[in-house]
């Protein structure tokens, strides 16, 4: 396992042979977390992450905003069964 100083501004330069074996590009993105064990995980980002994130919540038995619409409408029944709607009646013209 390589290391690693910090500099003066908290960069870190990470080894050659490291960034080979993950791919890492001049320019690439990464994401640095604290874990709960004291160390720090650095993951490589996406070049496209939205390229990346398609299709990720796609479930068996429909699309997840179909079932959210679907879920939305039946909370919206049960709140109506509970507390209708109040209709206001058209005021006549003139008053």
Same mark, same amino acid.
């Given at each position: 396992?390589?290391? /690693?100083? %910090? %500099?003066?501004? @908290?960069?870190?330069?990470?080894?050659?042979?490291?960034? +080979?074996?993950? @791919?890492?590009?001049?320019? $690439?993105?990464? *994401?640095? #977390?604290? /874990? !709960? $064990?004291? %160390?720090?995980?650095? %993951?490589?980002?996406?070049? $496209?992450?939205? *390229?990346?994130?398609? @299709?990720?919540?796609?479930?068996? @038995?429909?699309?997840?905003?179909?079932?959210? *619409?679907? !879920?939305?409408?039946? !909370?919206?029944?049960? $709140? #109506?069964?509970?507390?209708? +709607?109040? /209709?206001?009646?058209?005021?006549? *013209?003139?008053?």
């Amino acid at each position: 396992m390589p290391i /690693v100083k %910090t %500099t003066p501004k @908290g960069q870190v330069m990470i080894p050659v042979a490291v960034r +080979r074996k993950v @791919g890492l590009q001049p320019g $690439d993105r990464v *994401a640095v #977390e604290p /874990v !709960e $064990d004291g %160390t720090i995980r650095v %993951t490589p980002l996406p070049a $496209d992450p939205v *390229a990346a994130l398609h @299709g990720m919540l796609r479930r068996s @038995g429909g699309a997840l905003l179909h079932d959210l *619409a679907r !879920e939305h409408q039946r !909370e919206i029944s049960a $709140d #109506e069964r509970v507390r209708p +709607r109040r /209709v206001r009646r058209a005021r006549p *013209a003139g008053r």
